[in-house]
Nanobody
Framework: VQLQASGGGVVQAGGSLRLSCTASGRAFSTYAMGWFRQAPGKEREFVAAISWSGGSSYYTDSVKGRFTISRDNAKTVYLQMNSLKPDDTAVYYC?????????????????WGQGTLVTVSS
């Protein structure tokens, strides 16, 4: 599976962005998908994950109520980010793994996409 992320950019605090991650490969529908981020000088951290069916989703506490992860049948997973804060500034990575509830542990990520930079200005 190859993953291609897009949609990053510069936005003012309080604004919104939608990230997309398109997968290639026939097994996309069998994988849980997730988003991670890495801020300058910090370790990569889990943001959100969604099950292979789309029926279950998980979020880190700092983005609950502001970010929404979704997926469609066209091999794309999205991260809708609202009410953005300067602390959300980071390179965002999409990922594929076996189980959405396990993807907070990066050991359960099978594939990584390249990052897309999100900059939130104050």
């Amino acid at each position: 599976v190859q993953l291609q992320a897009s949609g990053g950019g510069v936005v003012q605090a309080g604004g919104s962005l939608r990230l997309s991650c398109t997968a290639s490969g026939r097994a996309f529908s069998t994988y849980a998908m997730g988003w991670f981020r890495q801020a300058p000088g910090k370790e990569r951290e889990f943001v959100a994950a969604i099950s292979w069916s789309g029926g279950s989703s998980y979020y880190t506490d700092s983005v609950k109520g502001r970010f929404t992860i979704s997926r469609d049948n066209a091999k794309t997973v999205y991260l809708q980010m609202n009410s953005l804060k300067p602390d959300d500034t980071a390179v965002y990575y999409c990922a594929a793994g076996a189980a959405a509830q396990a993807m907070a542990d990066m050991n359960h990520v099978y594939y990584w996409g390249q990052g897309t930079l999100v900059t939130v200005s104050s």
